[in-house]
């Protein structure tokens, strides 16, 4: 054992050093009071949580987890970042997103923390013969633009090339993507593009313009469709080798190809999830660039999931995004959009956009996330599931390119269906609030007015559907919504408390969180006959409930209730149904706001 001087700054030097084993144990006695008997790796099992892919999160990671070397930043498989010095240098690219024409707004963001523009054109977004009103004022030699214009990109990427000749712009300072992704319009869609138009203008970049791609491989509608983070990587996996065969055929050499493509990915709140995400898609595709012959780092262009994104009480998106954000950055993106608060409500307004760029702002200058490069190198954690995403991600690629590549599973409907049996399966977590949805599932403010916006233009669709984790609450508490407009009450449920507040408080409290998500205003002043409500719901502790729950609920139903609930588990006469955590809170508000008559 090594000793260290006595600088007075010693910390539990005279202890040994505690085990794995000494903390299994320590474990196994915890679990013990809860009923469990087991013992060794079942009781750290037994801790763990089960993600998405067949991924499972454990308590506590080790030295004995080991992952694959990572390697160092700048260098295959780039697992540590695409750049030795990271973002280091000035952080990432700020990329701030417009589908309006508003006046100075894109002006303003890069006036004002931005650094970039991803400017959607065509359907869904700013009209094509738009594009110069949209960049007037901004200087083209500095900021680079992205183009998002669908099935119009061939005559958007024209109107750009134009601006940048007009305005004089040298070839050699035109930085940005022209947005080519025939098979991500398609995945919108479900409507093939000839791949001719897009490799002409990657042949054009690639000879006349050092600084510009022709194409991006958007995995969004894949994550929008519901899909896990392994079938986000995978798909986009498969359309970038399906891009690079079409190049290559096209003329370029598997270099310059693979030099035309930007990958981008959504980032979630689920900030480790995110962070071995981006890790993971930068081994692979160094990965497919080494088989193919063009080794070479991925170009990342990483955005807050519109998924995450709540309708109500959209101010938490503040902080979802501040946190997807974070994860970005600490994943190593090169580009991130931060999404505004309000982007699920319509077109964002001045405060919302400003709320973004600042986000990026405050990561990048005043928490100085980009000083470091990968931090998360060496977490075993991260590292440990950075590995076990890649594989997964790894597996599901190979299945697309078994069953004939991306455009194959595309159409023969193969990828619609695992993304929405994904999509299931967590729709069910978040029904049971397993997957919680703060001030939508948990929190919600009933008396808070909803922020209204101007509508978006309505995004190109047909093809793979766009899901939302509020979706299931969104639909009833509009019920509630509509209930109150009719009627100027919202659907009530009585709280009969039993007892001293120590015994009810915890129970009440669930209770109301519960019926609030599905816009039933709970009650808990007076007796039931004042409340207005025609249901009610017993809120007690085991104890009392045996005491008395079955004489409180034949007073409730003399009193007037039509049905009665109780807050926890049990087998009481008189009680129709039960509430508790992990039932199917979709399921039982659907249920109660039925009987209710609200429509």
């Known amino acids: ?78 697992v540590r970042g695409s750049r030795p010095e990271g973002n280091t240098a000035g952080g990432w690219d700020v990329r701030q997103r417009h589908a ?36 007037e004022g901004v200087y083209l030699d500095l900021a680079p633009v992205v ?11 024209e109107a750009l090339l134009r601006l940048y000749a007009e305005k004089g712009v040298d070839a050699g300072a035109v930085r940005g993507n022209l947005g080519g992704d025939p098979l ?83 980032a979630t709140a689920d900030q480790f999830l995110t962070v071995a995400k981006l890790r993971a898609a930068r081994r692979l595709w160094a990965r497919v660039a080494e088989l193919c012959g063009a080794p070479g780092a991925q170009v990342q262009h990483v955005v807050t ?33 931060v999404l505004p608060f309000d982007h699920a409500l319509g077109l964002p307004d001045a405060f919302a956009r400003r709320i973004a760029r600042n986000t990026s702002t405050i990561l990048i200058e005043e928490s100085h996330l980009a000083r470091v490069v990968d931090p998360a190198g060496g977490s075993w954690y991260v590292e440990r599931l950075t590995d076990e995403l890649a594989q997964a991600a790894w597996e599901f690629f190979r299945s697309i390119e078994r069953d004939g590549g991306q455009a194959a599973v595309l159409r023969s409907g193969r990828l619609r269906t695992d993304l929405a049996t994904t999509w299931a399966e967590r729709s069910k977590r978040l029904a049971k609030r397993r997957e919680p949805i703060t001030g939508v599932s948990e929190f919600p403010l009933l008396a808070e007015k909803p922020v209204e916006r101007e509508p978006a233009p309505e995004p190109p669709s047909g093809g793979l559907p766009r899901v939302r984790r509020d979706e299931a609450y969104e639909e009833l508490r509009a019920r509630s919504d509509a209930h109150l407009a009719a009627t100027g009450a919202r659907p009530r449920v009585f709280l009969a408390a039993l007892g001293s507040a120590a015994e009810y408080t915890a129970r009440a409290t669930f209770a109301a969180n519960l ?77 109660t706001l039925d009987r209710m008559g609200v429509s």
């Not at 104890?543 to 588990?569: K, M, P, T």
Request: aromatic content about 6%; overall charge negative; charged content about 20%.
């Open 1 to 78: 054992m090594t000793v260290l001087p006595d600088d007075g700054l010693s910390l539990a030097a005279e202890f040994p050093d505690a085990t794995h084993e000494q903390w299994q144990r320590l474990v196994e006695g915890v679990l013990r009071k809860s009923g469990k008997e087991v013992s060794g790796a079942a009781a750290e099992d037994a801790l763990s949580t089960t993600l998405e892919d067949g991924l499972r999160t454990r308590p506590l990671y080790t030295a004995r987890d080991t992952a694959p070397d990572p390697g160092l930043p700048g260098f295959a498989p780039y």
């Open 100 to 135: 309006a024409l508003t006046e100075n707004a894109a002006l303003a963001d890069l006036e004002n923390g931005g650094t970039s523009l991803w400017l959607v054109l065509g359907e869904g977004g700013i009209p094509v013969t738009g594009l110069a009103g949209a960049l």
């Open 147 to 157: 183009l998002d214009a669908g099935r119009d990109t061939e005559q958007a990427a």
């Open 184 to 266: 991500g319009y398609e995945a919108r869609t479900a409507t093939p593009l000839d791949f001719a138009p897009y490799a002409a203008l990657a042949r054009r970049c690639a000879g006349q313009y050092p600084g510009l791609r022709a194409l991006t491989v958007d995995a969004l509608p894949y994550h929008e469709a519901g899909g896990s983070a392994a079938q986000e990587l995978g798909a986009s996996l498969a359309t970038g080798v399906a891009y690079l065969r079409e190049l290559t055929e096209a003329g370029l050499s598997v270099e310059h190809a693979a030099g035309q493509l930007e990958f981008r990915y959504a």
């Open 305 to 337: 999931s519109p998924v995450m994104m709540a309708r109500r009480d959209p101010w938490v998106n503040m902080l979802r995004t501040t946190v997807a954000t974070l994860a970005a950055g600490v994943g190593g993106a090169d580009s991130v959009t």
């Open 515 to 591: 019926f609030q998500a599905g816009g039933i205003e709970p009650v808990t002043e007076g007796g039931y006959e004042d409340s207005g409500a025609t249901e009610a719901v017993l809120c007690s502790s085991d104890a009392l409930y045996a005491e008395q729950a079955e004489q409180a609920a034949e007073s409730l139903r003399a009193a007037g209730a039509r049905h009665v609930f109780l807050a926890g588990r049990g087998e009481y006469a008189g009680i129709d149904s039960y509430v508790f955590a992990g039932c199917d809170a979709v399921d039982v508000l659907s249920a």
